[in-house]
Nanobody, 122 residues
Framework: QVQLVESGGGLVQPGGSLRLSCAAS????????MGWYRQAPGKQRELVAF???????NYADSVKGRFTISRDDAKNTVYLQMNSLKPEDTAVYSC????????????????WGQGTQVTVSS
């Protein structure tokens, strides 16, 4: 079993910054992809950013240039640095990880954190 625990959400004024963290623990051989999603009230969940095991990244157009995703494989942790926050960034942010549990036989699992609230408001 694998658990993802997020931290770092909160209330911030427009233009401010927050850093989210997501630590994975449990039966982990390696982690292929780690990413952040968000869901605002009344809207569908959307991808914010992801980072692959080789370090390649991808961002939603709405956060490019403002958010930076990074990972620390030694700690099985992914970070999301959010700068120049806007009210429209308000949402529950959830961490996702595609985990290789065992390489042989290959067992892969897709796991989610419980979510952390980010509110951008003056």
């Amino acid at each position: 079993q694998v658990q993802l625990v997020e931290s770092g959400g909160g209330l911030v004024q427009p233009g401010g910054s927050l850093r989210l963290s997501c630590a994975a623990s449990g039966s982990i051989f390696s982690i292929n992809v780690m990413g952040w999603y968000r869901q605002a009230p009344g809207k569908q969940r959307e991808l914010v950013a992801f980072i692959a095991s080789g370090g390649s990244t991808n961002y939603a157009d709405s956060v490019k240039g403002r958010f930076t995703i990074s990972r620390d494989d030694a700690k099985n942790t992914v970070y999301l640095q959010m700068n120049s926050l806007k009210p429209e960034d308000t949402a529950v942010y959830s961490c996702n990880a595609v985990v290789v549990i065992t390489p042989i036989p290959r067992r892969v699992g897709d796991y989610w954190g419980q979510g952390t609230q980010v509110t951008v408001s003056s």
